[in-house]
């Protein structure tokens, strides 16, 4: 998807698009109107020994190098031992990186009021025939709409790292986008600026 800025602006932060829904960027700033060609992506998360987790569909709004941008909605009301209720119509801003060790779900109210976000750390994402797969390692942190936020999962991670046999590279992988993750919340700094 290529993505174009008028003459002579240049992004802060990298502009996918926008729509009706979400922007991006983060913030108030007016990007020239652009014709929205959404895909329909299919999002897969798998567990490490290759069993499929979940899935569900979403709509790509754009991809920035190796940022991969996607936006689902929640049909169903959804009960989560962590996240509580989740209402039926709550929208689900999803940050992807192809070369990262996880992923940013910003979860927005259907009034499009911010919820909460919610990060996963993974194996890098792939994304081929609409399909956008990740295996989930189990560690997660639950950020509140005033930035706190909570670790979550670390014994599950301790527990399957036995159970799967993770490699010392997937451990160190998975510490390191945990610590990035707590320096992105902490900062402030993209997609964490509401």
Known sequence: MNL???AGETPAVPVITLSHKHSVRGDNTKVSALEVV???IEVRAYKYDGLLQRTWPAELLGREGSLIVLDATFPD???H???GTI???TQSLEYYWLDRW???FRFALPDGQLRNYYCNVN???TLADNVLSYVDLDLDILVQPDYSYQILDLEDFERNGELYAYSAEVKA???QALADLVKMIETRAFPFCN
């Open 102 to 104: 996880y992923n940013v």
């Open 4 to 6: 174009l800025l008028e």
């Open 81 to 83: 031992d962590l996240l």
């Open 173 to 175: 992988n998975a510490q």
């Open 87 to 89: 209402a039926s119509g």
């Open 38 to 40: 959404t895909t329909r």
């Open 77 to 79: 009301e959804v009960v």
């Open 123 to 125: 194996v890098p994402a």
